[in-house]
């Protein structure tokens, strides 16, 4: 399983799967996914960094390569 900061990062940010899920345009499900380690497509990765508010740079704060 790949490590991510994902869960971590959107709980600083107080937002619940759901309010993540809606910004970035994915399904609860998908993030909950992504924070239990799996896999993901690059463009799921990239609609969840900017809707975090971070740059495409970035995407190390949460997922590691």
């Given amino acids: ?12 940010l107080l937002l ?7 910004m970035a ?9 992504i924070e239990n380690g799996l896999p993901c497509r690059m463009e799921t990765k990239r609609k969840i960094i900017l809707a975090l508010g971070l740059e495409l740079s ?3 704060k949460i997922f590691e390569e």
């Fill in 25 to 33: 345009n994915v399904s609860p499900i998908t993030i909950s996914r």
């Fill in 58 to 60: 970035e995407k190390n």
């Fill in 16 to 22: 619940s799967k759901a309010e993540l899920a809606r």
């Fill in 1 to 12: 399983m790949k490590k991510n900061a994902l869960k971590k990062y959107r709980e600083a």
